[in-house]
């Protein structure tokens, strides 16, 4: 009876793993990165290190007999030199989601519409895929770690809902996040924390495409307000150029480290992030080899430029990539790296 009790189990068993969809993506990457003058934690430290990241997403899913698709997702990542992933790989918050008919509803640690949206982020150069074209406001993202412990930035009670629809050329966005949606977090009312609203909407037909996305009470912050919008036209298959406009709205944040000297830890210190505007390229100067550049201005205070820029090229290995890029920043300082990336 027992042998017939484990065969029954097993085979029950191995029925659910087979009507359901369990799978591992991500990636790895590792390369040289050079950064003039590196401080870490306000010391002097290497101007040249190598750094890694190893990413795994664990998807599951389950379409029903209505033909409704159910899954979640929870990411593993590690990232040498990171404070808070550094020492060993971390799981996630995960999140929830379920689809229909070209629409996605998602619950828990979702990625925000602002800072998900086409093209803003289309300057990237690199093998760390990074851009002083992006935007440099505060809000809020997918969160690759476990939400913080500082309930100020979004701690175990943070709740974040989103609904995404494609239909056809156009695609939209819309996301929720509160910072704290147990009411408990003292926070909120000391220091006006909100919730965040975001919406992105996409537009592509032929060779170009559109980008908008706005976003309210950026990370929880009152009155921090942002706009985005972004262009991107292919001259021929092997050429694209593209021109984003991103107001970065107001960079708000509590001066737990006295900042100003005024002996007041808990003051609110606000300041302009400014605006930038980006135009950046991509040329495949030959097969499997493309440059890309970028160059942007920012007209926020306190910088040595108001112009920075990159170039950076790809050689695809097929599966993986070789890049390397070489930017300079508004401090007129350089970064550069170079590396190997592959997918999975």
């Known amino acids: 009876m027992k042998k017939v009790l484990i065969a029954t189990t097993a085979l029950v068993c191995s029925a659910g793993i087979a009507a359901a969809d369990v799978k591992i993506s991500g990636y790895g990457r590792t390369g040289i990165d050079y950064q003039e003058d590196r401080e870490i934690a306000g010391e002097e430290a290497n101007s040249t290190q190598i750094i890694s990241r190893l990413r795994m997403n664990i998807d599951a899913s389950k379409t029903t007999d209505s033909n409704v698709d159910f899954g979640g997702r929870i990411r593993m990542q590690w990232d040498q030199n990171n404070s808070s992933r550094g020492e060993a790989a971390v799981l996630n918050a995960g999140q929830l989601w379920v689809r229909s008919q070209g629409l996605t509803v998602t ?3 979702v990625g925000s519409a602002y800072d998900d949206a086409e093209l803003l982020a289309d300057s990237e150069v690199g093998i760390y895929d990074r851009s002083f074209g992006n935007a440099s406001g505060a809000f809020f993202a997918y969160e690759t770690s476990p939400y913080s412990e500082d309930g100020t930035l979004g701690g175990t009670y943070r ?24 009411g408990t977090d003292s926070s909120e009312e000391t220091f006006g924390f909100e919730e965040e609203y975001a919406l992105s909407v996409f537009y592509e037909a032929d060779r170009f495409s559109i980008s908008a996305a706005g976003v309210m009470n950026g990370a929880g912050i009152e009155d921090n ?19 984003n406009y991103i107001d970065n709205g107001d960079d708000r944040f509590i001066d737990v480290n006295d900042i100003d000297g005024d002996g007041d830890f808990f003051e609110i210190l606000e300041e302009s992030a400014g605006d930038t505007i980006v135009l950046y390229g991509s040329f495949e100067v030959a097969p499997l080899t493309t440059i890309e550049a970028y160059v942007a201005n920012n007209d926020s205070d306190g910088k040595e430029t108001d112009t920075a820029f990159g170039l950076g090229g790809n050689y695809d290995l097929g599966g993986a990539r070789l890049s390397g890029a070489i930017e300079r920043g508004y401090d007129e300082k350089i970064r550069a790296d170079a590396g190997v990336r592959f997918d999975f």
């Open 107 to 109: 619950v828990g640690n």
């Open 159 to 182: 709740l974040g809902i989103s609904a995404e629809y494609d239909f056809g050329p156009f695609a939209t966005k819309f996301s929720y996040i509160d910072p704290d949606q147990s």
């Open 225 to 243: 307000d942002q706009f985005g919008i972004g262009g991107a036209y292919k001259l021929r298959d092997t050429v694209q150029v593209g021109l």
